[in-house]
């Protein structure tokens, strides 16, 4: 019997625009919110230092110290509002991003988590018990935030049973990968005080490492969308799907 693929497609695109009363985003949305998405990740991490050294410029202050101890750290110093401001523009695209019912899922509850990351500062020296109590929460809810967005590598835009080339998932796999190992690793640096002597401060370097991870996986995600289905125009063809229905060519009778 002959896989009928294309009356599938009908049934899901259908089932999925009426889902929950409200339509599927096309792939021109998807692809510029995954850009967003990476863009921030890719681009917050220089822009603090950078940020707190031009405003001490401007000011005619000292540029010592300009880079913070950790990108939380940034909370308190001249690029606070950038600081939330850049995790508040992620978590709203986090949430607005629509994909398929466990991307949802995911992209929402990191969304709320970004919020909960921007909102709730990390802990100051010589902290009240408020003060501390938020911290946790910050730190909470920072690693959820980096957990979900590992997930989204390993688990979502790296997909083996797609078109997707050998190479691009192995790209996808190495930023899953990294991101909790160079998150660990500014956790033993916190911990032990490793490099407290340094200008630039190993947990900031391991965030560093850990938000440009998830920042090209998602720039790289976008770029696969565009590329399978033309330069951000809506079109049949998502990376997900398998490589019969990608080269237009009816499967073989099961």
Known sequence: MTHDWRAERTLRQDSLDTRNGRGIQDERTVGS????????GVLLPPALPAGNWLFAELTGRS???????????????????????????LGVFLICYRFDR???????????????????????????TFQTTVG??????????FAMLAMFCLFSFRNPRSSQASWVGAGYLAAGVVIP?????????????????WSVRPVYLCEWLATWAFGAAWIGAALELASAGGAFTRATVLPRQSSAAADGAEPQPR
Do not use: Q
Not at 33 to 40: E, N, P
Not at 63 to 89: D, E, I, K, Q
Not at 102 to 128: E, I, M, N, Q, Y
Not at 181 to 197: H, I, K, N, R, W
């Open 33 to 40: 919110l995954r850009l967003g998405v990476g863009l921030i």
């Open 102 to 128: 466990r991307d949802d899922r995911w992209s929402t509850a990191a969304g709320v988590f970004a919020l909960g990351v921007a909102l709730c500062p990390t802990t100051p020296d010589h902290p009240t």
């Open 63 to 89: 540029t010592a110290g300009f880079w913070p101890v950790s990108m939380s750290g940034s909370y308190y110093t001249s690029t606070r509002n950038l600081f939330v401001g850049g995790l508040c523009a």
């Open 181 to 197: 190992v160079a998150l660990l690793c500014s956790v033993l640096a916190a911990v032990t005080g490793f490099g407290d002597d």
């Open 136 to 145: 946790v929460l910050h730190l909470v809810f920072a690693g959820l935030l």
